[in-house]
């Protein structure tokens, strides 16, 4: 009983050990946001003397055009989550669903863009980019709807492999064509898998600084992590403004991740009932 009891508090100490050391950053983002330069380098972890919420109005002047490099990342987010949940899932949904000699290949080749880190195909991809001279923003949307495929295709097929083929073949034998049936009974059930695949592919494309550094040379098209690095200079660097445009750009991923959990949840809950 004793061993037992040491290793509970152990386990409890472990855990308040990491979360102390998990909230401790965000505590000095979200309180220096409010103070002064002097006051950062003064005391990190103190109070502000005035909390100063001008920092945070003055992000979204017309110098800095926060609200814009805002928008821009909102409606790249959208595109890819939209466009990587409908191809994703029905690549995935071909791949492991639907028996053809060529699909395991197929599905090893998705597997395989897991094992490619991004860095090593930049050169590449600015190249190809740059003899068919589209758009930036159009460019950079393609990169990301194609950084999101093979991990989205593994995660839908993982999850569509614990589906049970009843369902489907007891559509089939009612009359159901295949889209019919993907769109209105495979969908529904796999909300668990369409909610991870968003969270996912939001955070990545919300987060990202280095396909949006390298594809994007029109300042009115950059994304919000390319908008925060105009705060630090060479020079001289307004941390307080800095970390205010930081703490605004965490907000939207908190939300997302709070949202699509529920979802996640309820899906669980609605695909047992419905298998």
């Not at 090893?108 to 195909?121: Q, W």
């Not at 993982?158 to 009612?174: N, R, Y």
Request: with cysteine; net charge positive.
């Amino acid at each position: 009983m004793k061993k037992i009891h040491i290793s509970a508090i152990l386990k409890y100490l472990l855990l308040f050990v990491s979360a102390i050391l998990v909230i401790l950053p965000l505590v000095f983002v979200f309180m220096s946001s409010f103070k002064s330069n002097e006051e950062i380098f003064l005391g990190a972890f103190k109070l502000p003397s005035k909390f100063r919420y001008q920092n945070y109005i003055t992000i979204f002047n017309d110098i800095y055009h926060m609200h814009t490099y805002f928008a821009n990342s909102f409606l790249y987010a959208i595109v890819v989550c939209s466009a990587g949940v409908i191809i994703n899932s029905m690549a995935a949904y071909a791949i492991g669903r639907l028996k053809w000699k060529l699909s395991k290949p197929v599905m090893a080749l998705f597997l395989g863009g897991l094992m490619i880190p991004l860095h090593a195909i930049i050169v590449p991809l600015y190249i190809f980019v740059s003899r068919f001279r589209m758009p930036n923003q159009v460019a950079l949307s393609f990169l990301f709807i194609a950084s999101t495929i093979p991990t989205s295709v593994f995660l839908f097929a993982g999850f569509l492999g614990q589906v049970p083929k009843s369902i489907e073949e007891s559509a089939i034998i009612d009359g159901s064509s295949i889209p019919y049936m993907f769109y209105n009974i495979v969908i529904p059930i796999i909300k668990p898998a369409i909610a991870t695949v968003t969270i996912f592919n939001f955070m990545g494309v919300w987060n990202d600084l280095l396909l949006s550094l390298i594809f994007l040379n029109n300042d009115r098209l950059q994304t919000l992590q390319l908008g925060i690095t105009r705060f630090k200079g060479a020079f001289y660097s307004e941390y307080g403004l800095l970390l205010a445009a930081i703490v605004l750009s965490i907000i939207p991923s908190i939300v997302v991740y709070l949202i699509m959990s529920e979802k996640i949840i309820s899906g669980i809950t609605s695909g047992a009932i419905k298998g």
